[in-house]
């Protein structure tokens, strides 16, 4: 059997918690911090900086990704997702890929979200390549 696009799960990882203090520590973080210098590149990428919703430009983005895509908070992390970043001493933001019953890999560090978070097209680009790079198979038609 081969791996399908639902046997592949991307995992955008956020550098902010999901609490109603998380929420508030991060737009401190956020408003506090350098232009330059976001806290969470992936919030800026999926939400758009101090926005609550998904901006319309991600809910576009992420329906051009192959494979399941799932949003965490650094307080909605699984044991397996906050053991696999402790034991690789990342830092957050980042995103995961994993393949059906494979193991988890890096693909996207702080500093390659840092680079595309403003760039919806160079994030598609950049994620296929590391996950071919990391052999995590996005299968798609023409939309990566």
Known sequence: ??????????????????SLLGKLSYSYRKICAPADDSPCAACDLTHGGLKLQESEEWKLTKSKIPATVEQR???????????????????YPLVLGQKA???????????DLAGVSKDHSAFLSLLNAKAKENGVPLRHSGNL
């Open 1 to 18: 059997m081969s791996d399908t696009p639902t046997d592949t799960r991307i995992f955008v990882l956020y550098n902010a918690k999901a």
């Open 73 to 91: 908070h650094i307080d909605e992390l699984t044991t397996e997702l906050r053991d696999f970043v402790k034991t690789k001493e990342l830092s």
């Open 101 to 111: 019953d494979g193991p988890l890999q890096l693909l996207l560090t702080a500093q």
